[in-house]
């Protein structure tokens, strides 16, 4: 029997998460999904998203089907069984016979075909139970997570999160100028005034990476979030960019900074070399360096540095839902440490009265603020710039909207942070502090 290659490729990419490796959001869009037609690449995408958000229901359903519920699964007969699980449960155009049949295939395929008839009689049992209500959002989250972002925000700010986790997030691009937005358009892409930033858009018909446009890199998929990072960075005739891949936010500061010299570093090889590809426009106003962030050996050197540094990534729950599977609660503490040792490192590379923009796509306050925190309280000739007196100059230079400085005021904390929670203004959850290296 033939499985589909949508069906083939979302058990890939599920196989591939299950494993640990990379995130959905990057295999989604990566070679083996952008070759499938439009109609099997939405399906894989729904698929693969699905399973992925409700993945706690979804195991709490058919385990109990298992001669032994508790029993280790291979992953093939694991990602098998919930692909089919979706499908029945959440999927009310699909067959039943098409989900449990090919995920009976899928099994055989993956080389266990010993288990393949335990995966058709616990699929036809699943098809045959009584179907039950869809469960509320905050179920899909493992409940440490739930409860501390309850005890941080408040029920109600914890519940949206959730919420915005269990949808597909808006696609928003870069425009860099009017004649790519009539090109977008005149091959039926359908595209709305972005919320926060006047040279963003919203994707609202339309599949933008078929586009001639995309291909070339003459635009691209960013959240308005991680544009906004970049944007309230601001001009620099030397900029640093301590962890730039994958070179959203650099492309930025090069548009933003036409004269300047910056420097663009990653510590993961491979991950420089795609950067260096896709920045390879830019020619020589660019350095491409390979370097651990957190031990750079620049003193007093540059006049804006940007540390967007790895975090938990709890803000893209919507965009990688297998974050919430992978993050457990001692990773934060780690995490931490190596935010902080990023951002002296990056205090220790700006000049007397240079920026320094601290940013993560993380929630935790261990991450954010208490980072912060930490540096403000270990070393002195430090002060926070209120991200609020830079919104206002966005705003008088028509990078933001009026509706966008609106939203980012009331986002703004008292110590002068900016906190986006997912949804509030479009875009992934988002945290952005600025400081300044006095004399």
């Excluded at 952008?34 to 229901?57: F, P």
Aim: charged residues 25%; aromatic residues 4%.
């Amino acid at each position: 029997m033939a499985v589909s290659p949508a069906r083939k490729a979302a058990f890939n990419i599920l196989l591939t998460l299950e494993r640990g490796h990379a995130h959905s959001d990057e295999l989604l869009r990566g070679r083996a999904v952008s070759a499938l037609s439009s109609q099997d690449r939405n399906l894989a995408t729904a698929l693969v998203l699905g399973v992925l958000r409700w993945q706690l229901q979804l195991d709490e359903q058919f385990r109990p089907l298992l001669k032994r519920p508790n029993a280790k699964l291979d992953p093939q007969v694991l990602i098998a069984l919930r692909l089919a699980a979706f499908q029945l449960l959440h999927l009310d155009r699909v067959p039943a016979s098409a989900a449990i049949d090919e995920s009976v295939e899928l099994t055989k395929q993956s080389g266990h075909r010993f288990a393949s008839g335990m995966v058709n009689a616990v699929l036809r049992k699943l098809a045959a139970s009584p179907r039950q209500s869809a469960p509320a959002a905050p179920a899909a989250y493992p409940d440490w997570m739930r409860d501390r972002w309850q005890s941080f925000f408040g029920p109600d700010q914890a519940c949206s999160i959730c919420d915005h986790g269990q949808v597909q997030p808006v696609t928003a691009i870069r425009i860099p100028d009017a004649a790519i937005e009539d090109e977008l358009q005149q091959a039926g892409i359908g595209l709305a005034p972005g919320v926060l930033l006047t040279r963003a858009r919203i994707v609202e018909a339309g599949d933008v990476t078929a586009t001639t446009a995309f291909r070339e890199g003459r635009v691209r998929i960013q959240d308005e979030g991680s544009q906004l990072m970049a944007e309230i960075a601001g001009q620099a005739s030397r900029i640093l960019d301590c962890c730039a891949a994958p070179g959203g936010k650099t492309l930025i500061l090069a548009e933003r900074n036409p004269d300047a010299r910056i420097v663009a570093c990653e510590a993961n090889p491979q991950r420089l070399e795609s950067l260096r590809s896709r920045l390879a426009g830019l020619g020589e106003r660019v350095e491409f360096r390979l370097a651990d962030a957190t031990t750079l050996a620049e003193d007093s050197e540059y006049d804006l540095v940007l540390a967007d540094v790895p975090c938990s990534g709890t803000g893209t729950l919507g965009r990688n839902p297998e974050i919430r599977h992978r993050l457990q609660r001692d990773d934060l503490a780690r995490q931490a440490e190596r935010q902080k040792a990023i951002v002296a490192s990056a205090v220790r590379a700006a000049r007397p009265g240079a920026r320094v923009l601290y940013s993560t796509c993380s929630l935790e306050p261990e991450e954010n603020e208490q980072v912060i925190g930490a540096i403000l309280g270990s070393q002195s000739g430090l002060r926070i710039l209120p991200i609020g007196l830079r919104l206002a100059s966005m705003r008088d230079q028509a990078i933001l909207t009026e509706a966008g400085l609106r939203a980012l005021q009331a986002a703004l904390t008292p110590e002068g942070y900016l906190r986006l929670f997912p949804g509030i203004a479009g875009t992934d959850g988002f945290f952005i502090a600025m400081l300044e290296k006095l004399d």
